[in-house]
């Protein structure tokens, strides 16, 4: 599963920020890039799988780059099971139950 470490980010930034200074909320970034709320929301729940896309995922990529001093992409994303161990690259088994929801959708 790839997990979306915007909260993270966002916490880590506004730590950094002088005491008073403005903190970056996820609607603020979310307005910025052009998304609404529960998109960013969604991305970042711990009880669902996000599902975006591309112009989203750059979007927010290049936001954080002008915005969050030090920020590398690499930050932005999180596998589970982590990248480097083996397991299957075929996305229907990466995400069984997704399959199941899919097919039944179909009927």
Not at 65 to 94: G, S, Y
Request: charged share 20%.
């Amino acid at each position: 599963m790839l997990r979306f470490r915007l909260k993270e980010i966002l916490s880590s930034h506004n730590a950094s920020r002088p005491i008073g200074a403005p903190r970056m909320t996820l609607a603020q970034v979310a307005l910025a890039i052009g998304v609404g709320p529960s998109t960013l929301s969604n991305l970042v729940s711990t009880e669902r799988e996000g599902v975006t896309n591309t112009a989203t995922l750059e979007a927010l990529a290049r936001f954080l780059k002008q915005n969050v001093r030090e920020f590398q992409i690499q930050q932005l994303f999180e596998f589970t099971p982590p990248l480097d161990t083996q397991c299957t690259t075929n996305v229907d088994e990466l995400y069984p139950h997704r399959t199941r929801r899919d097919a039944n959708r179909n009927r």
